[in-house]
């Protein structure tokens, strides 16, 4: 790849003058910044993780190559250099990056996975895997946690690598295993099976007799805003803040006498049931989002 120019054609040039620049960006360096606290963690020849901003789903796995013997005064930090593979061309000159650096929590074959992923049930910190011989299945999978860095976190143990776990919208598998009242497995156990319910506004069940409905709580609103449900039938409204941009931090039935705080992605259950067909207002708890049930 040229990335400098200096002559253009016509022009006369002697021996010894500098015509362009042409560099191999299919292994690239990153020089990152090693705190003294860690120096025990890293070495030559280590593994390192790479991720950048600009492509938040890439995770680029590296090797260290150089750690400068020199300590910085000011910042108390030394300078490494990663070599990290780049066949595509995603790395360019110049971009930030985030390195997750030392082997010593696992090895360079840890996995790293978004911290969307993770979801904590009691005491217990969990993700739910894909089950590759039943699509549509879901496994919760126990797990013990490294390193953070930015939005990816290393996974000491409970996850191998090649395993496929649910990054955005893990929260509806938590809410959906929470519906269904299972109990923490062995992962062994049968997969937790995965259901439309809780994404399907007034959605029946035939082993239930409650009809189902779960609202997202977004920055701007309920979504959805209009829920159906029929009268006499119990209904389970299940709502999930999935922002910390929003004044709905709790939800209020004003006629049903109800009001619920909404911690940050944790499924909050409503039950009631509807006596009549009409409709019924809920809001945020500033009376800003609005949403309405219309019973039939």
């Known amino acids: 790849m040229v990335t400098e120019r200096l002559a253009n054609v016509g022009l006369n040039v002697d021996q010894a003058a500098k015509l362009f620049t042409v560099v191999d960006l299919s292994t690239v360096w990153v020089v990152a910044d090693l705190y003294e606290k860690d120096f025990a963690r890293v070495r030559v020849g280590g593994p390192a993780t790479v991720t950048t901003n600009a492509y938040p789903d890439l995770v680029l796995q590296g090797r260290v190559s150089y750690i400068d013997p020199q300590v910085s005064k000011e910042t108390r930090t030394a300078k490494v250099r990663i070599e990290v593979p780049n066949p ?3 790395l360019r000159l110049g971009m930030y990056a985030e390195a997750l650096l030392g082997g010593g929590e696992g090895g ?5 996975i978004p911290r969307s992923a993770v979801q904590n049930v009691g005491d217990r910190t969990v993700v739910y895997l894909v089950n590759p011989k039943e699509p549509g299945k879901f496994v919760e999978r126990e797990v013990r946690l490294g390193a953070v860095t930015g939005d990816q976190v290393v996974v000491i143990s409970g996850v191998q690598p ?6 955005e919208g893990s929260f509806y598998v938590r809410a959906e295993r929470e ?3 299972l109990r923490p497995a062995p992962a062994s156990a049968s997969p937790i099976p995965a259901s439309t319910a809780s994404t399907t506004p007034g959605a029946m069940h035939g082993d239930t007799k409650a009809q189902e409905a779960t609202v997202t709580v977004t920055d701007a609103s309920f979504d959805p805003q209009l829920i159906t449900l029929r009268a006499g ?3 389970r409204v299940t709502f999930i803040r999935t922002s910390d941009k929003t004044c709905a931090t709790s939800v209020v039935f004003a006629s049903l006498n109800i009001r619920r705080d909404l911690p940050l992605n944790q499924p909050v259950t409503i039950e009631f049931t509807p006596d009549k067909a009409g409709e019924i207002a809920f809001a945020c708890g500033m009376n800003m989002l609005r949403g309405t049930v219309v019973v039939q």
């Open 88 to 90: 595509r061309n995603e």
């Open 108 to 112: 360079p074959s840890t996995p790293v």
């Open 162 to 167: 090649g395993d496929v776990v649910v990054a």
């Open 179 to 181: 519906r269904l009242g």
């Open 233 to 235: 039938v119990p209904a």
